[in-house]
């Protein structure tokens, strides 16, 4: 299957920083990525759709000045969670179909975030 | 919006017996139903899936099924192994501008006992 690199695979970082979380296809090009985030023992819920060269949309319920997304290339999309709290503490994973038509999609490794 | 919900929430079964997990979706229009394993702490994987112009679609131990009239669909793992233990979910496609986007059930955690 197709690969999707996800960085870093951990971090931890005071609250009222901010963190970047990237997400590559490394090889296939992904107009859009996805973002979840999934809490301890839970399903992954759908934060975001990342659309190069276009605004991300966003989930209900998901702030997008507080969850940033930028779909740079073809080939990267970056989430940045500004000003972090320990709610926000959690593991975010993004996903790439590699055929919008086929809808196949695979999934980075995961960024498991802890803020202090 | 689209709603999935998934039964059981974890399933204890016997080294070599089956295990069926289902799932039932709301919105009509969903077109494709993949499922997923998750191993504590890593990515989901991608085990097999189906689209709504295929009833049933089988892949060595691995089968799903899915009923379009009952909107509901099922994985079947048969002769079960340890190595089946894992978090298994189940997803439904909704359209979107930007491709189709994924709605997934609650998970079901599945033990095998050897």
């Known amino acids: 299957g197709a690969v999707v690199s996800q960085h870093p695979s951990w971090v931890i970082c005071k609250s009222g920083t901010s963190v970047k979380i990237e997400c590559r296809s490394l090889?296939?090009?992904?107009?859009?990525m996805f973002w979840y985030r999934q809490f301890p023992k839970q399903s992954l819920m759908l934060m975001a759709t990342?659309?190069?060269?276009?605004?991300?949309?966003?989930e209900q319920g998901v702030e997008k000045d507080k969850f940033l997304i930028n779909h740079a290339s073809l080939t990267l999309s970056t989430l940045t969670v500004t000003s972090a709290h320990p709610e926000d503490s959690s593991f975010y994973i993004c996903?790439?179909?590699?055929?919008?038509?086929?809808?196949?999609?695979?999934f980075g490794a995961g960024t498991r975030l802890s803020v202090l | 919006g689209e709603n999935v919900e998934q039964h059981p929430s974890t399933l204890s079964v016997q080294e070599g017996d089956s295990a069926v997990i289902k799932c039932t979706y709301s919105?009509?229009?969903?077109?494709?139903f993949p499922w997923y394993k998750q191993e504590l702490g890593k990515r989901p994987q991608l085990i097999i899936d189906?689209?709504?112009?295929?009833g049933e679609k089988k892949d060595q131990r691995i089968a799903v099924t899915l009923n379009k009239t009952a909107k509901h669909f099922s994985l079947h793992i048969t002769e079960t192994q340890p190595e089946d233990s894992a978090v298994y979910f189940c997803?439904?496609?909704?359209?979107?501008?930007?491709?189709?986007?994924?709605?997934f059930g609650a998970g079901t955690i599945l033990r095998v006992k050897s």
């Open positions: 189906i689209r709504s112009n295929v």
């Open positions: 990342s659309n190069e060269g276009s605004k991300a949309t966003y």
């Open positions: 919105d009509s229009a969903s077109n494709y």
């Open positions: 997803a439904a496609s909704i359209g979107g501008e930007y491709g189709n986007k994924l709605v």
């Open positions: 996903s790439a179909p590699t055929d919008l038509a086929k809808n196949i999609q695979y």
């Open positions: 090889d296939f090009q992904a107009t859009t």
